[in-house]
């Protein structure tokens, strides 16, 4: 069974607004794209789960979080489109922009140092430049115009752990999804 974790909306908006505050002024949401998806690689490398628990696809551009994608876009996931809306403005041309601070109750602060450290490294560049980096990370396949899934397994292969560890990984967001079910459902 494919590991996938449980979306996190709180989390995907928090971690969108600690890149746009860093940034401090409309941020392209192609930057904003890469940066969220290389946050949750490195928390999957790291901290063995993802900040986000979106779900991951190869486009024309690299890897990209499927979800957030689609809440940039105004459409809706889940129910988390409102919640989105609140903080993050619709698409203004190319950029978004922070309407309002959510805070950052919901993101742990080995998180928030991982956004940081990823917003030094990549938020001076162009997109475009960051869409190519990731173009070299194992993981993505060349869509051809298409989206193609990107497994949770294979971004933690690529980023080196071992069969063992991927499958405790597996077993642990098993046992997140049944008490998110027993808790929530």
């Not at 986000?52 to 876009?73: A, F, I």
């Not at 940081?116 to 869409?131: C, I, K, M, S, T």
């Not at 971004?155 to 999804?177: F, H, M, P, T, Y």
Request: hydrophobic fraction near 40%; glycine fraction near 8%.
């Amino acid at each position: 069974m494919p590991i996938q974790f449980r979306f996190h909306p709180e989390k995907a908006v928090e971690a969108a607004a600690v890149f746009l505050k860093l940034h401090g002024r409309p941020m392209k949401y192609l930057g904003l794209l890469k940066m969220l998806y290389i946050a949750d690689r490195v928390a999957l490398e790291r901290l063995e789960q993802p900040i986000t628990g979106d779900r991951y696809v190869s486009m024309d551009y690299g890897p990209v979080l499927s979800g957030v994608y689609d809440l940039l876009k105004g459409k809706p996931v889940e129910d988390a489109l409102p919640l989105w809306s609140q903080f993050i403005s619709p698409r203004n041309g190319n950029h978004v922009d922070l309407l309002n601070d959510p805070g950052d109750a919901d993101l742990c602060e080995a998180e928030e140092e991982i956004i940081q450290e990823v917003y030094q490294a990549f938020g001076h560049l162009d997109p475009f430049e960051v869409a190519e980096w990731t173009h070299d990370l194992p993981e993505w396949q060349d869509p051809h115009g298409s989206a193609v899934p990107i497994t949770v397994e294979d971004i933690l292969k690529n980023v080196g752990k071992s069969a063992d560890e991927i499958a405790e990984i597996q077993q642990e967001a098993l046992r997140e999804a049944y008490l998110d079910g027993v808790l929530h459902g």
